[in-house]
């Protein structure tokens, strides 16, 4: 049986996929490697997928039903799905809008549509975001917590996503399972995330950018321990009980279950790049919010997740990660 991966060429759809096929699975992969950040780093995490075993990819658009319901009438053994794909990022969807509907709300639901008639599907777990916390004032964020004040498009459309996940658990007995990622980082991470931004502007000699005076604080949460929750999560999917009327369809945080201040986080970078960032402060910016800090406990008990690595023990690796991939 095959997990189906879209998104395999993000960030963390390519960390998944390596350790899905660590563990002897077969990983079909789906991503348009579109040009939101640069795609020569999208097909080098690809390169490296393509000569795994047990790999094979498709490069389409989510949104785009012909493809994507051919890639599900020819692999009926897709026994899981890990929905990553997604337009990313708050401030890009104050600039590209349609880019949000069109990727986050239509590409869910063709997927969704797709997925319901698939014979032998265990589990879907998608991508949400801590930001749908929007902006909500009680730390630590909670699944239980209000989450219909977006302050971003970004989240608005994540949000929907959830609720499309419900409407399909309970109209098609779907097994859903939505995933709350906060701040991920690491080595082979986003361009437009701040450890990378930081890194590549500190060692170009370049002021860096820091939001609301410096006074910002993230739930820094390292690839590794984002990819365990993960897996964790889809070999556990949402069960009703005894036949009855509970919905499959559940939503989880995944986070490091700490808030960090950012100030903290440039002074790790500091001291292992060697230099003294030139910071330029800068106000708040529109759908941005000052915390964010997960509250993991549910996770904690119905899949086991703990996070382990501390950003003083993670940003030495991503550092160390660019200065080998860009020399």
Same mark, same amino acid.
């Given at each position: ?9 993000? =960030? ?14 077969? %990983? ?21 997928? *393509?000569? *795994? ?17 051919? @890639? ?9 799905? @890990?929905?990553?794909? #997604?337009? +990313? ?10 880019? &949000? ?11 969704? $549509?797709? +997925? ?10 998608? /991508?949400?975001?801590?930001?749908? &916390? #929007? +902006?909500?004032?009680?730390?630590? =964020?909670? %699944? ?6 977006? %302050? ?15 409407? &399909? ?10 995933? *709350?990622?906060?701040?991920? &980082? ?17 060692? +170009?000699?370049? /002021? ?11 739930? =820094? ?5 984002? @990819? ?18 509970? %919905? ?42 000052? $915390? ?36």
């Amino acid at each position: 049986m095959a997990i189906l991966v879209t998104g395999v060429a993000g =960030f963390i759809g390519a960390s998944l996929s390596h350790v899905l096929l660590d563990q002897g699975r077969e %990983v079909v992969g789906i991503d348009n490697v579109n040009d939101y950040y640069d795609p020569i780093l999208k097909e080098t995490r690809l390169d490296r997928l *393509r000569l *795994r075993d047990g790999f094979t990819f498709h490069k389409m658009d989510i949104a785009d039903r012909t493809p994507v319901e051919e @890639v599900f009438t020819h692999r009926t053994d897709i026994s899981g799905i @890990v929905h990553l794909a #997604g337009q +990313a990022g708050v401030r890009y969807s104050l600039v590209n809008p349609y880019a &949000y509907t069109h990727s986050n709300i239509e590409g869910h639901l063709v997927l969704m $549509e797709a +997925a319901r008639r698939l014979r032998d599907l265990k589990h879907f777990v998608y /991508a949400s975001s801590s930001s749908v &916390y #929007g +902006a909500n004032t009680d730390f630590p =964020f909670s %699944v239980g917590d209000r989450t219909d004040c977006p %302050v971003s498009l970004y989240a608005a459309t994540k949000k929907s996503m959830e609720l499309m996940s419900e409407a &399909y658990a309970r109209m098609w007995m779907l097994p859903m399972t939505g995933l *709350r990622f906060f701040t991920v &980082y690491g080595p082979w991470g986003r361009p437009d995330m701040a450890a990378f931004i930081f890194i590549q502007k500190m060692l +170009a000699g370049q /002021a860096i950018p820091v939001f609301n005076n410096g006074d910002m604080k993230r739930d =820094f949460t390292y690839i590794d321990d984002i @990819v365990s929750g993960v897996v964790g999560c889809l070999d556990r999917p949402p069960i009703t009980i005894d036949g009855g009327n509970e %919905v499959p369809h559940a939503v989880y945080n995944i986070g490091n279950n700490k808030s960090e201040n950012l100030m903290d986080f440039i002074a790790i970078l500091e001291r292992e790049l060697g230099i003294k960032a030139d910071i330029d402060f800068k106000p708040m910016q529109p759908g941005d919010v000052r $915390e964010t800090f997960a509250d993991i406990e549910s996770t904690r008990r119905d899949f086991g997740f703990e996070p382990t690595v501390t950003i003083a023990e993670g940003l030495p690796k991503v550092v160390s990660w660019y200065r080998d991939y860009y020399g």
